[in-house]
């Protein structure tokens, strides 16, 4: 990545790589035809299609790629899951939901994914006790059993408000007959874009985007069912974010503002100028989008700790974002990563490119700003977040960035170096040694 980079002209968000890993596991709840449209062409993505078709799913690309039909089996096959692609991804928790209505028991391997620090699964295992599903873990696997109790009415409330945890909650729900009512739920957006998805397969959900859902379960889903994926603010942020680093004007087409609200309001205090479009609806048809340009501006460090909260609050995954952007600040900025136990300690590779970071403890950060980002050789570290924000870091700095181990990254976004170069940058791929 040579740099620094003057980013110029405009750029689309591609859809929520989280509401496509959540859709894919679902599709297991539906006999008939799934189709997913505009599906990111990712890693996770991958991984879960691997898993998929290890236990009899069929994926089919179409339209070019961009869209993904999935049909399943009379019955899916878990003693052939594909050990490898499971382990490496934590959406596998996912599957509990969807087989738990299959099978009166099950193994799935343990759930791998990010190196973010000790991410409990209890929450998971509490929520689904409810509806019958029980889960014990050792020899590196979960093993599960399933007592239906026949009850017309069950009630959840969750320990965590998680996003995983909801979106699980909500696929047990989904064809256990009856109501279930799942308080201090997640409203975020691949929450919503679920229960969306769920409403099409013929599913009763009341009260989307709140903490408390109503799941009127059906017993059999067998539709032939379309469904856009909406736009993910994750990347919107980053997109944003590189716009903001580089002191370049961008503009970002596509972003959901009902999921941005919060950053905006934040970036605003902090002096960042941008002009937002109206608003218009995704293909989704529920999803609220505007276009975004974001201008050069001199930011000064936030009065108060910049800290994530579950929807509507500041996005956990937006957060690593603002250290960086807190670095091209004027002053001194706390980052406040209470969910994570270690993600913090990853964002201080941010002073390898010459940011001055100090971590305070292992969730809190101090950012001294404005930085004059400098290349270096570098190496990705385990967690896609806080590797992005290397990334976006790279573009601004002067002389030659080698970012190393970023198959990271492309777990969660699609085509970055190219996406970028379009717009300005200089960015080249390769496979080994850089000398070479």
Sequence with gaps: ITGPTELAGEIEVRSSKNAAVALLCASMLNRGRTVLRGIASIEEVDRICD?????????????????????????????????????RTRSILMFLGPLMHEFDSFELPYAGGCDLGAR?????????????????????????TVQRDG????????????????????????????????????????????????????????GIGTTTLRIQGVKEINKDVEYHISEDPIEAMSLITAGIVTQSELTVKRCPIEFLEVEFAVLEEMGQRMALSSEYPSGNGHTRLVDVTVKPSELTAPLDKIHPMPFPGLNIDNLPFFALICATAEGQSIIYDWVYDNRAVHLKKLCDLGAN????????????????????????????????CLFLAALAAR????????????????????RFNQL???????WGDASS
């Design 357 to 388: 970071v100090t971590v305070m403890d292992a969730h809190k950060l101090m950012v001294i700003g404005p930085t004059k980002w400098r290349g270096r050789d570098i190496e990705c570290p385990p967690a896609l977040r806080p590797s992005v």
């Design 399 to 418: 002389g030659t960035t080698i970012l190393r181990d970023v198959y990271v990254i492309n777990r969660g976004y699609e085509d970055l170096p190219r």
């Design 151 to 206: 009850a017309p009415e069950h009630h959840i409330t969750l320990v965590e408000r998680g996003d995983t945890v909801t979106e699980n909650a909500i696929m047990a729900a989904a064809r256990t007959l009856g109501l279930t009512v799942i308080r201090n739920a997640s409203g975020n957006y691949m929450v919503q874009d679920l229960c969306f998805f769920l409403r099409e397969l013929g599913v009763g959900v009341d």
């Design 51 to 87: 898993v998929l078709q290890s236990i009899g799913v069929t994926v089919t690309p179409t339209n070019g790629g961009q869209d993904l039909e999935l049909t399943r089996p009379e019955k899916l096959t878990p003693e052939t899951i594909d050990q490898r692609a499971a382990r």
């Design 120 to 144: 409990t699964v209890h929450p998971h295992m509490s929520a689904l006790k409810r509806l019958g599903l029980s889960v014990e873990a050792h020899d590196s696997q979960y093993h599960a």
């Design 424 to 430: 300005g940058a200089q960015i080249n791929t390769f």
